[in-house]
C-alpha cells in the first residue's frame, strides 16, 4: 500500500499563497486533497488521476489548482486568494474505491498539514 506524506502548511494572510505537497510512495493513479475545519465534516479540496482529469470543490475552483509529477509520484495544490474559511487541516488521499472525484472514498491517507489564514 502506497504511504503519503504531506508538506507545506502554514499561517497566511488572507489574500495569501501557499502550496502544498504530497509525496507518495509509490505509483497511484488519482491522488487528491480534502479538508477538515474545526467542527466541520471532511469535504472534498480537488482531485486528479494520471490523465490530469481534475475535480475541484466549488468553493476552491478558480483560487485553487492541483496538479501532479508522475514521475516524482507528487501531488501538489497551489492555493491563491486563501480566505480565512480555508483555515483546516490537509490531507492528502490515494486510491480511491471508485471514481477520482472529491466525492469518493479513497483507501490511503496521509497525516494532514495545517492551514490557518488570518482576516
Known amino acids: 500500500q502506497v504511504q503519503l506524506v504531506e508538506s507545506g502548511g502554514g499561517s497566511v494572510q488572507a489574500g495569501g499563497s501557499l502550496r502544498l505537497s504530497c509525496a507518495a510512495s509509490g505509483y497511484t493513479h488519482c491522488m487528491g486533497w480534502f479538508r477538515r475545519a474545526p467542527g466541520k465534516e471532511r469535504e472534498g479540496v480537488a482531485t486528479?488521476?494520471?490523465?490530469?482529469?481534475?475535480t475541484y470543490a466549488g468553493s476552491v475552483k478558480g483560487r485553487f489548482t492541483i496538479s501532479k509529477d508522475n514521475a516524482k509520484n507528487t501531488l501538489y495544490l497551489q492555493m491563491n486568494m486563501l480566505k480565512p474559511e480555508d483555515t483546516a487541516m490537509y490531507y492528502c488521499?490515494?486510491?480511491?474505491?471508485?471514481?477520482?472525484?472529491?466525492?469518493?472514498?479513497?483507501?490511503?491517507w496521509g497525516q494532514g498539514t495545517q492551514v490557518s489564514v488570518s482576516s
Open positions: 486528479i488521476d494520471n490523465d490530469n482529469f481534475t
Open positions: 488521499a490515494a486510491d480511491p474505491f471508485f471514481y477520482c472525484s472529491i466525492g469518493s472514498r479513497f483507501r490511503v
